[in-house]
T-cell receptor, first 117, second 111 residues
Framework: ETGVTQTPRHLVMGMTNKKSLKCEQH?????MYWYKQSAKKPLELMFVYSLEERVENNSVPSRFSPECPNSSHLFLHLHTLQPEDSALYLCASSHEKWGVLNTGELFFGEGSRLTVL | QKEVEQNSGPLSVPEGAIASLNCTYS??????FFWYRQYSGKSPELIMS????GDKEDGRFTAQLNKASQYVSLLIRDSQPSDSATYLC???????????FGAGTILRVKS
């Protein structure tokens, strides 16, 4: 148990559906992240929120839309996805805010396994 | 393009042996280096960090850093079946925020 909870753990959706991934951290951390993990590829940083402000948008297609309503919650809204978007989506948090991640310690959730048909 | 390269494996070692995992990185400005372990179906967890050239030991784990050659390695002594996992190398730049991950090396320890 890392203190970062993601729901749902598994999601199957069609290309025309709209769904959302949810992440909640119970650690009082200052930054939250969305990563994409595809088979045999490096973790790809998608979005970063530091102190509830989006500070990084790593050239992610607009069909992915993040939302951070408060310091404990992070959402990833999904719409009109493509089959190549099928992957494990990992949420993470860090105590340090963006720009001072000196310890490199990210606390990851268990991930949401997304399949796009 | 800043990259972190790892051999995907799998690396198979017998129980009790030393497992050696290697990682190279492309950006000479990299300052901080990390090893994460990811069990199958689980999330990555930080196991080692190293910031200066040389060795850093923590229990059965030793991280080694050579900035001149731009590589970082992880040695696992007395390997156990419970060490079987994917090991991710991660590197961050001087400004200390974005972690760039490698694709990971699968380690299998056979009893």
């Amino acid at each position: 148990e890392t203190g970062v909870t993601q729901t749902p753990r598994h999601l199957v959706m069609g290309m025309t559906n709209k769904k959302s991934l949810k992440c909640e951290q119970h650690l009082g951390h200052n930054a939250m992240y969305w990563y994409k993990q595809s088979a045999k590829k490096p973790l790809e940083l998608m979005f970063v929120y530091s102190l509830e402000e989006r500070v990084e948008n790593n050239s992610v297609p607009s069909r992915f839309s993040p939302e951070c309503p408060n310091s404990s919650h992070l959402f990833l809204h999904l719409h009109t996805l493509q089959p190549e978007d099928s992957a494990l989506y990992l949420c993470a948090s860090s105590h340090e805010k963006w720009g001072v991640l000196n310890t490199g310690e990210l606390f990851f959730g268990e991930g949401s396994r997304l399949t796009v048909l | 393009q800043k990259e972190v390269e790892q051999n995907s494996g799998p690396l198979s070692v017998p129980e009790g042996a030393i497992a050696s995992l290697n990682c190279t990185y492309s950006d000479r400005g990299s300052q901080s280096f990390f090893w994460y372990r990811q069990y199958s179906g689980k999330s990555p967890e930080l196991i080692m960090s190293i910031y200066s050239n040389g060795d850093k030991e923590d229990g059965r784990f030793t991280a080694q850093l050579n900035k001149a050659s731009q590589y970082v390695s992880l040695l696992i002594r007395d390997s156990q079946p419970s060490d079987s996992a994917t090991y991710l190398c991660a590197v961050s730049l001087e400004y200390g925020n974005k972690l760039v991950f490698g694709a990971g090396t699968i380690l299998r320890v056979k009893s």
